[in-house]
């Protein structure tokens, strides 16, 4: 099971994300679903920024300072 999984881990994975995505098409709509995906989107930019730029680590050593 593990060399199927490691032979076609792109494939699970994608294939997962799409039956995500057509189950939120169907209940709540694309607009909705669009907003979703954008949100997350800009979420996860903002966590890559923030990670790079070492603001978030510093914002909490400055708490834990005082």
Do not use: D
């Not at 098409?25 to 607009?31: H, L, T």
């Amino acid at each position: 099971m593990k060399k199927i999984y490691e032979q076609y881990k792109l494939p699970i994975i994608f294939g997962g994300l799409g039956l995500i995505l057509a189950i939120l098409f169907v209940s709540i709509g694309f607009f909705k679903t669009l907003l979703i995906i954008i949100l997350t989107g800009l979420g996860v930019a903002l966590g890559f920024y923030l990670e790079q730029t070492g603001l978030l680590n510093e914002f909490f050593n400055q708490r834990e300072n005082k």
